[in-house]
Protein backbone atom coordinates (compact mmCIF):
# COMPACT_ATOMS: atom_id res chain seq x y z
CA UNK A 1 0.00 0.00 0.00
CA UNK A 2 2.83 2.50 0.86
CA UNK A 3 4.26 1.51 -2.71
CA UNK A 4 1.33 2.48 -4.40
CA UNK A 5 1.14 5.65 -2.58
CA UNK A 6 4.50 6.40 -3.60
CA UNK A 7 3.95 5.68 -7.12
CA UNK A 8 1.14 8.17 -7.20
CA UNK A 9 3.00 11.10 -5.59
CA UNK A 10 5.94 10.01 -8.47
CA UNK A 11 3.29 10.52 -11.09
CA UNK A 12 1.45 13.37 -9.79
CA UNK A 13 5.19 15.25 -10.07
CA UNK A 14 5.97 14.39 -13.62
CA UNK A 15 2.47 15.20 -14.69
CA UNK A 16 3.62 18.69 -13.45
CA UNK A 17 6.77 19.13 -14.73
CA UNK A 18 5.07 17.96 -18.39
CA UNK A 19 3.82 19.89 -20.73
CA UNK A 20 0.36 20.26 -20.46
CA UNK A 21 -1.81 21.00 -24.13
CA UNK A 22 -4.47 23.95 -24.11
CA UNK A 23 -7.60 22.36 -24.66
CA UNK A 24 -8.75 25.44 -26.40
CA UNK A 25 -5.93 26.51 -28.59
CA UNK A 26 -3.81 23.72 -28.66
CA UNK A 27 -1.10 24.78 -27.44
CA UNK A 28 1.24 23.34 -25.28
CA UNK A 29 2.97 25.12 -22.16
CA UNK A 30 4.35 24.02 -18.78
CA UNK A 31 1.96 22.78 -16.79
CA UNK A 32 1.66 25.42 -14.04
CA UNK A 33 -0.70 28.57 -13.01
CA UNK A 34 1.51 31.05 -14.65
CA UNK A 35 0.13 29.37 -18.13
CA UNK A 36 -2.81 27.59 -17.18
CA UNK A 37 -6.46 28.83 -15.34
CA UNK A 38 -6.53 27.95 -11.85
CA UNK A 39 -9.37 25.31 -11.32
CA UNK A 40 -10.08 24.20 -7.33
CA UNK A 41 -11.97 20.61 -8.74
CA UNK A 42 -9.22 20.59 -11.78
CA UNK A 43 -6.54 17.66 -11.95
CA UNK A 44 -3.08 19.48 -9.96
CA UNK A 45 -4.90 23.08 -9.46
CA UNK A 46 -5.47 24.02 -12.57
CA UNK A 47 -8.01 24.03 -15.34
CA UNK A 48 -7.39 22.95 -19.02
CA UNK A 49 -7.93 26.34 -20.87
CA UNK A 50 -4.49 27.81 -21.26
CA UNK A 51 -3.85 31.96 -19.77
CA UNK A 52 -4.39 33.41 -23.29
CA UNK A 53 -7.39 31.78 -24.60
CA UNK A 54 -9.10 32.79 -20.73
CA UNK A 55 -7.87 36.63 -21.30
CA UNK A 56 -9.18 36.21 -24.56
CA UNK A 57 -12.13 35.11 -24.10
CA UNK A 58 -12.89 36.91 -21.46
CA UNK A 59 -11.76 40.22 -23.32
CA UNK A 60 -14.57 39.13 -25.68
CA UNK A 61 -17.02 38.55 -23.11
CA UNK A 62 -16.92 42.01 -21.81
CA UNK A 63 -16.80 43.48 -25.53
CA UNK A 64 -20.06 41.38 -26.13
CA UNK A 65 -21.72 42.56 -22.84
CA UNK A 66 -20.39 45.94 -22.43
CA UNK A 67 -22.98 47.10 -20.24
CA UNK A 68 -23.55 44.23 -18.05
CA UNK A 69 -19.74 44.33 -17.47
CA UNK A 70 -19.86 48.25 -16.54
CA UNK A 71 -23.11 47.66 -14.34
CA UNK A 72 -20.98 44.73 -11.94
CA UNK A 73 -17.94 47.42 -12.08
CA UNK A 74 -19.79 50.15 -10.58
CA UNK A 75 -21.45 47.82 -8.07
CA UNK A 76 -17.82 45.91 -7.17
CA UNK A 77 -16.60 49.96 -7.21
CA UNK A 78 -19.37 51.16 -4.96
CA UNK A 79 -18.35 48.10 -2.49
CA UNK A 80 -15.00 48.31 -2.50
CA UNK A 81 -14.96 52.44 -2.02
CA UNK A 82 -17.54 52.65 0.07
CA UNK A 83 -15.57 53.50 3.31
CA UNK A 84 -12.92 55.99 1.53
CA UNK A 85 -15.62 57.69 -0.18
CA UNK A 86 -17.35 58.18 3.52
CA UNK A 87 -14.28 59.43 4.52
CA UNK A 88 -13.66 62.04 1.99
CA UNK A 89 -17.02 63.44 2.46
CA UNK A 90 -16.74 63.72 6.13
CA UNK A 91 -13.59 65.29 5.48
CA UNK A 92 -15.68 67.66 3.20
CA UNK A 93 -17.98 68.41 5.89
CA UNK A 94 -15.60 69.10 8.65
CA UNK A 95 -12.07 70.28 7.45
CA UNK A 96 -13.30 71.81 4.11
CA UNK A 97 -16.26 73.53 5.87
CA UNK A 98 -15.37 77.06 4.73
CA UNK A 99 -14.74 75.89 0.79
CA UNK A 100 -18.44 74.60 1.03
CA UNK A 101 -19.86 77.31 2.96
CA UNK A 102 -18.38 79.71 0.52
CA UNK A 103 -19.55 77.84 -2.36
CA UNK A 104 -23.28 77.10 -1.40
CA UNK A 105 -23.15 81.47 -0.37
CA UNK A 106 -22.14 81.89 -4.37
CA UNK A 107 -24.76 79.57 -5.46
CA UNK A 108 -27.41 81.56 -3.68
CA UNK A 109 -26.23 85.00 -5.30
CA UNK A 110 -26.55 83.57 -8.71
CA UNK A 111 -29.27 81.79 -8.02
CA UNK A 112 -30.91 85.10 -6.61
CA UNK A 113 -29.39 87.66 -9.07
CA UNK A 114 -30.43 85.81 -11.91
CA UNK A 115 -34.13 85.14 -10.51
CA UNK A 116 -34.49 88.34 -9.03
CA UNK A 117 -32.44 90.20 -12.09
CA UNK A 118 -30.09 91.48 -9.80
CA UNK A 119 -26.87 93.31 -10.21
CA UNK A 120 -23.47 91.63 -9.37
CA UNK A 121 -19.57 93.31 -8.81
CA UNK A 122 -17.50 90.58 -10.72
CA UNK A 123 -15.37 89.01 -8.29
CA UNK A 124 -17.36 89.98 -5.36
CA UNK A 125 -18.82 87.69 -4.22
CA UNK A 126 -16.97 84.47 -6.20
CA UNK A 127 -16.36 81.60 -4.28
CA UNK A 128 -12.87 82.44 -3.60
CA UNK A 129 -14.01 85.85 -2.58
CA UNK A 130 -16.07 84.50 0.18
CA UNK A 131 -13.60 81.91 1.40
CA UNK A 132 -11.67 84.84 1.96
CA UNK A 133 -14.03 86.87 3.41
CA UNK A 134 -15.57 84.04 5.65
CA UNK A 135 -11.63 83.17 6.89
CA UNK A 136 -10.93 86.57 8.31
CA UNK A 137 -14.81 87.58 9.17
CA UNK A 138 -15.65 85.02 12.19
CA UNK A 139 -18.09 86.72 13.80
CA UNK A 140 -22.32 88.36 12.60
CA UNK A 141 -21.65 91.94 11.54
CA UNK A 142 -24.80 92.46 13.62
CA UNK A 143 -25.02 90.68 16.74
CA UNK A 144 -21.34 89.75 16.91
CA UNK A 145 -22.14 86.13 17.80
CA UNK A 146 -19.71 84.07 16.38
CA UNK A 147 -20.55 82.37 12.99
CA UNK A 148 -20.60 78.31 12.62
CA UNK A 149 -19.41 77.23 10.04
CA UNK A 150 -19.27 73.36 9.83
CA UNK A 151 -22.36 72.05 8.11
CA UNK A 152 -25.95 72.34 9.19
CA UNK A 153 -27.11 68.60 9.37
CA UNK A 154 -30.07 67.80 7.77
CA UNK A 155 -30.36 70.89 5.36
CA UNK A 156 -31.77 72.91 8.67
CA UNK A 157 -30.51 76.29 8.79
CA UNK A 158 -28.49 77.19 11.93
CA UNK A 159 -29.21 80.45 13.28
CA UNK A 160 -25.38 81.26 13.46
CA UNK A 161 -24.76 80.14 9.95
CA UNK A 162 -22.88 83.08 8.07
CA UNK A 163 -25.50 84.64 5.24
CA UNK A 164 -24.94 87.17 2.87
CA UNK A 165 -27.29 90.20 3.39
CA UNK A 166 -27.98 92.88 0.66
CA UNK A 167 -28.14 95.90 2.87
CA UNK A 168 -30.73 97.84 0.33
CA UNK A 169 -31.84 94.42 -1.32
CA UNK A 170 -32.85 95.84 -4.65
CA UNK A 171 -29.47 97.37 -4.89
CA UNK A 172 -28.39 93.96 -5.55
CA UNK A 173 -24.50 92.34 -5.06
CA UNK A 174 -22.65 95.13 -5.44
CA UNK A 175 -19.78 96.53 -3.63
CA UNK A 176 -20.75 98.25 -0.40
CA UNK A 177 -24.17 96.95 0.07
CA UNK A 178 -23.12 93.15 0.77
CA UNK A 179 -22.74 92.38 4.84
CA UNK A 180 -21.94 89.22 6.22
CA UNK A 181 -24.58 88.19 8.85
CA UNK A 182 -25.87 85.31 10.61
CA UNK A 183 -28.90 83.34 9.47
CA UNK A 184 -31.05 84.61 12.43
CA UNK A 185 -30.41 88.38 11.83
CA UNK A 186 -30.81 88.43 8.28
CA UNK A 187 -34.55 86.82 8.78
CA UNK A 188 -34.98 89.25 11.34
CA UNK A 189 -33.83 91.96 8.82
CA UNK A 190 -35.11 90.83 5.21
CA UNK A 191 -36.15 93.95 3.64
CA UNK A 192 -37.25 95.98 6.42
CA UNK A 193 -35.28 99.43 7.14
CA UNK A 194 -33.41 100.74 10.24
CA UNK A 195 -36.76 102.89 10.81
CA UNK A 196 -39.36 99.94 10.42
CA UNK A 197 -37.39 97.65 12.76
CA UNK A 198 -36.88 100.47 15.30
CA UNK A 199 -40.74 100.91 15.15
CA UNK A 200 -41.22 96.98 16.04
CA UNK A 201 -38.23 97.40 18.51
CA UNK A 202 -40.00 100.38 20.30
CA UNK A 203 -43.58 98.33 20.12
CA UNK A 204 -41.57 95.32 21.90
CA UNK A 205 -40.35 96.86 24.57
CA UNK A 206 -43.45 98.56 25.68
CA UNK A 207 -45.26 95.37 26.30
CA UNK A 208 -43.21 94.67 29.57
CA UNK A 209 -45.71 91.94 30.89
CA UNK A 210 -44.41 90.02 27.60
CA UNK A 211 -42.09 87.01 27.75
CA UNK A 212 -40.74 88.09 24.31
CA UNK A 213 -39.87 91.46 25.15
CA UNK A 214 -37.71 90.46 28.04
CA UNK A 215 -35.77 87.58 26.17
ZN1 LIG B 1 -5.15 28.13 -25.32
ZN1 LIG C 1 -26.29 87.94 13.90
Redesign the pocket.
Known sequence: MPRRAGTRGVSKLLELAMDKRCSTCGAEYPATVDFFVRGKSCRGGIAGTCKRCANAYQNSWKARNRDRYLARRRILHAERHRESERSKLRRRLTTDHLYHRARILAAGVRCRSRELGLPVTPGLVSTAALMEWLSRQKD??????AFITAPAFKGRAQD?SPSLDRIVPALGYVAGNVAL??W???NLKRDATAKELFRVAKWLSTLTQSEVACA
Open positions: CECCGRLICRCN
